[in-house]
């Protein structure tokens, strides 16, 4: 088994796509007005809009709720996202963790928490 993707539900598929293409410089691969992703090498972030919901199961995600998960990305340069990153929510500026990860904590436009981190080198 391979994990292949995590897919974030939204109202607004363009705005979530823009602020994960300005984060990661990878541009979104569009399906349909309703559907992008960003294929990145480790994994594939999905965005799908509120109207692909139906199609599994009506009702069972709801888009700007998440409080329970992180979603992280391993850069080489946690201070320079941070200033490209400029005008989002930062939750946790570029802050040295105890365990030697360099780490930036932001809110995308729906409010779920992204994480920023380096390793120690």
């Known amino acids: 088994m391979n994990f292949a ?5 939204t109202t607004d598929v363009a705005r979530l796509a823009a602020f994960y293409e300005r984060a990661t410089g990878t541009p979104a691969e569009w399906a349909t007005d309703d559907f992008a992703e960003l294929k990145l090498p480790a994994a594939t972030l999905a965005i799908g809009s509120t109207r692909t ?10 888009p700007e709720a998440n409080r329970s998960v992180i979603i992280e990305f391993l850069v080489d340069d946690v201070d320079g996202v941070h200033r490209n990153l400029s005008g989002v929510e930062v939750v ?16 995308d436009p729906d ?11």
Do not use: D
Not at 111 to 121: E, H, S
């Open 111 to 121: 409010g779920n928490l992204v994480n920023f981190f380096k390793r120690p080198a």
């Open 92 to 107: 946790q500026e570029p802050t040295t963790m105890p365990w030697g990860n360099r780490s930036l904590l932001v809110r």
């Open 53 to 62: 919901v139906a199609m599994f199961a009506a009702g069972s995600a709801e």
């Open 5 to 9: 993707s995590i897919r974030i539900i």
